[in-house]
């Protein structure tokens, strides 16, 4: 059995490009391994959050965590911040990492562009991720692309660790959907979808009502032909809903392509709608369910003190090899 981790910021409403990267494969690893998933919410304080907003966000991402199919009794459910650990680890990281290395990633430069002020948790972000895969010597790790160069920051780290001080921790591999690893926006297919995006018509919610779904997809930016085709080199906004499609219908790209053959974009479009709406209303109601339950505090508690079992016998050896 493996260990795996995973989480999502608390910066916004997950979107279908964080269900299709990341959250369908936690609820498929839950069944075959140790899992610990988190929502990440001291990684969403690295851009200015509304303290309520916050408070929201986060419990409203552990709640579809659950309501997309993910059982605290198979996988350890729980918030970054209640494991004081990740903050210590986080520390820890930070003095090993270079600032070449963090100057280097791509998302950092991505969010910092054109901002007057950029805050230094932003550029420090990827030492304390590699801290949350660390603390648990996961394995596995479930993220979408954007995350490729994170994680190979983390391997860097924890060699950089185990060289140092001492062979402690394994090499976490990147566990990726191979088609939809990274979903890109619906009105720019040259951008990835993001739940923090400031225009909403750029993403599909998972909590979008379905009204709302409908008018986003026949909204979306697609090319002046009609074909339906999978070529991201030439169709890239095509390509990408084929992608969605194919997920939400569990259809292969060839079965896609022959069902609107000669058809255009219209029925196409149309249809991906209903295929999305038809997977998402159910996980819609439950969330309702759970959110008006008020279970969650008690999964996110027993999922913290899960998590933090193994996460501070990790952070206790890590010091007494540095020397504390
Ligand atoms: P966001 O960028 O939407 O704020 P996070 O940084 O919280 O999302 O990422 C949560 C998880 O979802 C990560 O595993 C990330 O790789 C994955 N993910 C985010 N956006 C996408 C996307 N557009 N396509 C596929 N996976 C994605
Ligand atoms: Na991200």
Redesign the pocket.
């Known amino acids: 059995m493996k260990r795996v981790l995973?989480g999502?910021?608390s910066?916004?409403q997950l979107?279908i490009?964080?269900y299709?990267?990341?959250l369908r494969n936690y609820v498929k690893l839950q069944h075959l391994h140790r899992c610990y998933f988190m929502v990440v919410d001291m990684h969403a304080i690295t851009v200015p959050q509304d303290p309520a907003a916050l408070k929201e966000q986060t419990e409203s991402i552990a709640a579809l965590y659950i309501a997309a199919g993910l059982d605290p009794n198979k996988a350890s459910i729980f918030l970054q911040s209640h494991v004081h650990a990740h903050a210590e680890l986080g520390w820890i990281m930070t003095t090993l990492t270079h600032m070449g290395e963090l100057e280097r990633m791509t998302q950092f430069k991505d969010k910092s562009e054109g901002k007057e002020s950029v805050g230094a948790g932003l550029f420090t972000y990827p030492s304390l991720m590699a801290a949350d895969i660390l603390l648990y010597n996961a394995d596995l790790i479930p993220?979408?692309?954007?995350?490729k160069q994170h994680l190979e920051l983390t391997r860097d780290l924890a060699n950089r660790f185990n060289n140092r001080f001492g062979d402690m921790f394994v090499m976490p591999q990147p566990y990726m959907p191979e088609i939809?690893?990274?979903?890109?926006s619906l009105d720019d297919a040259s951008k990835?979808?993001?739940?923090?995006s400031p225009n909403a018509g750029s993403y599909i919610a998972m909590l979008d009502d379905p009204s709302v779904i409908r008018k986003k997809l026949s909204r979306a930016v697609t090319d002046s032909g009609r074909e339906v085709k999978y070529d991201p080199q030439n169709k890239p906004e095509v390509s990408n809903l084929i992608s969605i499609y194919s997920h939400f219908a569990e259809m292969s790209v060839a079965e896609i392509e022959a069902r609107y053959d000669g058809q255009g974009y219209g029925p196409f479009k149309k249809d991906l709608a209903e295929q999305i709406v038809a997977v998402l209303e159910p996980i819609q109601q439950r969330y309702q369910e759970i959110r008006r339950s008020g279970e969650i505090f008690d999964i996110l508690k027993k999922g913290a003190e899960e998590a933090a079992e193994v996460a501070n016998e990790t952070l206790l050896e890590v010091k007494k090899r540095m020397g504390f």
């Not at 939809?180 to 890109?184: D, V």
């Not at 990835?192 to 923090?196: D, F, L, V």
């Open positions: 995973s999502m910021q910066s916004g979107t490009g964080n299709i990267g990341a993220v979408g692309d954007d995350q939809g690893a990274r979903i890109m990835k979808m993001s739940k923090s």
